[in-house]
């Protein structure tokens, strides 16, 4: 499991074909889910089942919690009551659309807009197509979520992010992170004394609803200041961990095929105004529900490299779709590489990146959306997935209306991904891709307007209208 990660699940599906099997270690038992279908059943038990008894314990390892904090957090985590299943309840106004999300949103792709703006004033830059993709998102995100105070304005602690990332799991499972992940084990430390500052001197009042949701519930449940800044590093992995390599294969395989690149620039095109100032304006609406094919490539590529897995702890013996005895303090996993490799939900083309797989043509199949789990499902569902597909989508929008990116080379290759940490749902690349970014017109003015701001997208299964309410949980 540790060596092939997602395949090892892949290969036990292909030989013994059956829905959900049991792997015994020492002291462990581990319950392994095929079915789609047992997925939802699963998710209906979201207390016998619980996610939020291992998040818990996550909390303790990851952020380094005091003993008070953490027996804060895992006080009732399967009530309502409890710190945990409480927080859905603070950050959902923030994440889904109205003005808290509006606002993020808005910040964010000014952010993104003024920074390719200031790139177009060039005749040509040669940059890393990871590191490029991932400043510019991160500092899209943070600015959209923290404000004018945006701790991530200062290159330090840009840079403690990116040391503290790849030991993550060193963290999150106990291995000495002080002595075999020294370096991540530092960097943390540094950002919990910037965000200690931020909290105190209540910057996070000029941010985001969802940095002042977040600071609420552990004002109400009692929780130090001091330990809110230890909190925020749960906060900002969050925000960040997937979704910056995510945009960067996103923007790997539009600019890499020139098929891709030619669908979107079309549907995307059709949404660009032209005043008589010469300003061209791209409309936020236009881009969420008029570009199916950039929607599409997006929710492909998270299907193609998707290597998260949801994971629950049986409370109690639970007897799943009247058939499997799952015993107390077992764990569930649910891979997510298992239902996006499925030849009967795919087809045969499923090793393929088809970037018109989620169009709804005439005569395709309709896939489940359930077998989607790029964004989890149930309790383990993103609730940032709206501000995180929204920024990455505007992005590859104006890079695509502004820029020519070419590889260096003459030929697109795309990276390995071996030595990507486990901790990452979206993999970080082995290595990196120069390209060249060339603006089309830098003499151009871009705007971008904001219609349809209060309207959700399809990213996953649950935000389907009329979707079985078991799936919601």
């Given at each position: 499991m540790a060596s092939h990660g997602g395949k090892f699940h892949q290969a036990m599906r292909d030989k013994y074909k059956v829905p959900i099997y049991t792997l015994r270690l020492p002291f462990v038992r581990f319950y392994v889910v095929n079915s789609s279908s047992l997925i939802t059943s699963i998710q209906s038990q979201f207390r016998t089942l619980s996610f939020t008894a291992i998040e818990a314990n996550i909390a303790a390892n990851l952020i380094g919690v005091s003993k008070s904090t953490q027996a804060i957090i895992a006080h009732n985590v399967t009530s309502d009551e409890g710190y945990l299943m409480s927080f859905p309840k603070y950050v959902h106004s923030a994440l889904s659309a109205g003005p808290g999300l509006?606002?993020?949103?808005?910040?964010?792709?000014?952010?993104?807009?003024?920074?390719?703006?200031?790139?177009?004033?060039?005749?040509?830059?040669?940059?890393?197509?990871?590191?490029?993709?991932?400043?510019?998102?991160?500092?899209?995100?943070?600015?959209?979520?923290?404000?004018?105070r945006n701790p991530f304005r200062d290159p330090a602690m840009e840079t403690a992010w990116y040391a503290f990332e790849p030991g993550m799991m060193a963290f999150v499972l106990n291995l000495f992170p002080r002595i075999f992940a020294a370096k991540s084990f530092k960097a943390r430390e540094y950002m919990v004394e910037v965000w200690e500052r931020y909290f105190e001197n209540g910057w996070h009042e000029q941010g985001s609803a969802l940095i002042k949701a977040r600071v609420k519930i552990n004002d109400d449940?009692?929780?130090?200041?001091?330990?809110?800044?230890?909190?925020?590093?749960?906060?900002?992995?969050?925000?960040?961990?997937?979704?910056?390599?995510?945009?960067?294969?996103?923007?790997?395989?539009?600019?890499?095929?020139?098929?891709v690149l030619g669908d979107i620039k079309t549907e995307l095109s059709k949404g660009v105004h032209i005043d008589d100032n010469g300003t061209h304006t791209i409309d936020l609406n236009h881009v969420k529900s008029s570009c199916p094919v950039l929607l599409s490539t997006f929710k492909e590529t998270i299907r193609f490299y998707s290597s998260s897995t949801a994971t629950r702890i049986a409370m109690d013996d639970y007897l799943l779709d009247n058939?499997?005895?799952?015993?107390?303090?077992?764990?569930?996993?649910?891979?997510s590489s298992v239902q996006h490799t499925n030849r009967e939900v795919w087809g045969d083309i499923v090793d393929e990146f088809?970037?018109?797989?989620?169009?709804?043509?005439?005569?395709?199949?309709?896939?489940?959306?359930?077998?989607?789990?790029?964004?989890?499902?149930?309790?383990?569902?993103?609730?940032?997935?709206?501000?995180?597909?929204?920024?990455?989508?505007?992005?590859?929008?104006?890079?695509?209306?502004?820029?020519?990116?070419?590889?260096?080379?003459?030929?697109?290759?795309?990276?390995?991904?071996?030595?990507?940490?486990?901790?990452?749902?979206?993999?970080?690349?082995?290595?990196?891709?120069?390209?060249?970014?060339?603006?089309?017109?830098?003499?151009?003015?871009?705007?971008?307007?904001?219609?349809?701001?209060?309207?959700?997208?399809?990213?996953?299964?649950?935000?389907?209208?009329?979707l079985t309410p078991s799936l919601r949980h």
């Amino acid at each position: 499991m540790a060596s092939h990660g997602g395949k090892f699940h892949q290969a036990m599906r292909d030989k013994y074909k059956v829905p959900i099997y049991t792997l015994r270690l020492p002291f462990v038992r581990f319950y392994v889910v095929n079915s789609s279908s047992l997925i939802t059943s699963i998710q209906s038990q979201f207390r016998t089942l619980s996610f939020t008894a291992i998040e818990a314990n996550i909390a303790a390892n990851l952020i380094g919690v005091s003993k008070s904090t953490q027996a804060i957090i895992a006080h009732n985590v399967t009530s309502d009551e409890g710190y945990l299943m409480s927080f859905p309840k603070y950050v959902h106004s923030a994440l889904s659309a109205g003005p808290g999300l509006d606002a993020m949103n808005r910040r964010s792709i000014q952010v993104i807009s003024d920074s390719l703006s200031a790139s177009a004033k060039q005749e040509a830059i040669t940059v890393g197509l990871f590191h490029w993709v991932r400043h510019e998102l991160l500092m899209a995100s943070t600015e959209g979520v923290y404000g004018p105070r945006n701790p991530f304005r200062d290159p330090a602690m840009e840079t403690a992010w990116y040391a503290f990332e790849p030991g993550m799991m060193a963290f999150v499972l106990n291995l000495f992170p002080r002595i075999f992940a020294a370096k991540s084990f530092k960097a943390r430390e540094y950002m919990v004394e910037v965000w200690e500052r931020y909290f105190e001197n209540g910057w996070h009042e000029q941010g985001s609803a969802l940095i002042k949701a977040r600071v609420k519930i552990n004002d109400d449940f009692q929780i130090p200041l001091k330990e809110t800044a230890r909190i925020e590093l749960g906060g900002s992995q969050a925000i960040l961990t997937n979704s910056l390599p995510g945009a960067f294969w996103f923007t790997y395989h539009i600019f890499s095929d020139p098929v891709v690149l030619g669908d979107i620039k079309t549907e995307l095109s059709k949404g660009v105004h032209i005043d008589d100032n010469g300003t061209h304006t791209i409309d936020l609406n236009h881009v969420k529900s008029s570009c199916p094919v950039l929607l599409s490539t997006f929710k492909e590529t998270i299907r193609f490299y998707s290597s998260s897995t949801a994971t629950r702890i049986a409370m109690d013996d639970y007897l799943l779709d009247n058939r499997y005895l799952l015993k107390k303090g077992s764990t569930v996993m649910m891979p997510s590489s298992v239902q996006h490799t499925n030849r009967e939900v795919w087809g045969d083309i499923v090793d393929e990146f088809v970037h018109r797989r989620f169009l709804r043509e005439p005569g395709a199949k309709r896939i489940n959306p359930v077998a989607f789990r790029g964004f989890g499902g149930g309790t383990t569902l993103c609730p940032g997935r709206h501000f995180a597909s929204t920024e990455i989508l505007m992005f590859a929008a104006l890079l695509v209306l502004r820029f020519d990116v070419r590889p260096v080379t003459g030929k697109w290759s795309a990276p390995t991904i071996a030595k990507s940490p486990m901790i990452n749902a979206l993999p970080v690349p082995d290595y990196d891709v120069e390209v060249e970014l060339r603006p089309i017109d830098g003499a151009a003015s871009w705007s971008v307007s904001f219609s349809g701001h209060d309207k959700d997208m399809e990213i996953a299964a649950e935000d389907i209208e009329g979707l079985t309410p078991s799936l919601r949980h």
